[in-house]
């Protein structure tokens, strides 16, 4: 993973995909509902723990939200 941007499909429930940017340490999540939210400052280490996990709806709840300041930019 050596991309300034990288992207994952997550196709949970209520999420579609995530990206990540290797620069800001900036991830988006993209929801089916149309929202999207910035979380601000993640460690490379949760995205890939998010790019790796089998269930990546049940890792964002357990290691994301809640977790990192966010912004809702759509």
Not at 2 to 13: R, T, Y
Not at 27 to 45: I, M, Q, S
């Amino acid at each position: 993973m050596s991309n300034i941007i990288e992207k994952v499909l997550v196709d949970s429930e209520c999420i579609h995909d995530a990206k990540y940017n290797n620069i800001t340490k900036r991830l988006t999540l993209f929801y089916k509902n149309g929202g999207v939210y910035d979380y601000e400052r993640v460690p490379a280490f949760y995205w890939h723990g998010l790019f790796n996990a089998n269930s990546k709806g049940k890792f964002i709840n357990n290691h994301i939200i809640g977790q990192w300041t966010y912004n809702k930019v759509g």
